[in-house]
Every structure is written in C-alpha cells, then in structure tokens.
C-alpha cells in the first residue's frame, strides 16, 4: 500500500500550509497592535518562525483560554464546546 502524496495531494498541501502561514502571520501582527505595550517584533518574528518549523501535532487551547480566541478574534461568543477539535468531531458527526 502505497502511502505517499500524489504531485497533486502535495501541491495542495504546500499551497494549503503557505496560506495558513499567510493568515496565521497577519492576525498574530493585528492581535499585537493591539497589545499595550505591544511585543517587540523580534520575539514575535522568533515565535512564529519556531510555531512553523514544528512538525509535531500539537493540539489548540481550550476554548476557557481567554488570551487566544476571544484576543485574536476567532470568537466572541461562548460556546458549548471545551474545544475547537471536539466542536469539529462532534460537526463532523452531524453531518454523517
């Protein structure tokens, strides 16, 4: 059984993860302006370059984190769910 990517299944990926690093970048740059005072930009380039080098799955926070939803905008409004991955399990589940 052959388990690697088709050119096509690794073009999407590539296109797919260059996007997230896209988006992941501005939001993380609006959400410091806001900070008062805001991080200095070296220590936020630093994070974001580690965040993206990792190849470990590393599951989001909790919904209850109110320093990563609600800050960043994602949300803003409470939600049944303890997380963002039993919110798609559950969606997911719906849908079958």
Do not use: C
């Not at 690093?21 to 005072?37: F, L, M, T, V």
């Not at 630093?46 to 990792?54: A, R, V």
């Not at 609600?70 to 798609?88: A, Q």
């Amino acid at each position: 059984m052959n388990f690697e990517f088709s050119t096509e299944q690794e073009l999407l990926r590539k296109t797919i993860r260059e996007f997230a690093k896209e988006e992941i970048n501005n939001r993380i740059r609006e959400w410091n302006k806001k900070n008062d005072p805001p991080l200095k930009e070296g220590y936020v380039r630093s994070q974001l370059e580690w965040h993206l080098k990792q190849r470990k799955k590393i599951l989001p926070p909790n919904y209850s984190n109110p320093s990563f939803y609600k800050d960043l905008g994602l949300i803003d409004k409470e939600t049944k769910f303890k997380n963002p991955i039993s919110e798609v399990i559950k969606k997911i589940k719906e849908k079958n």
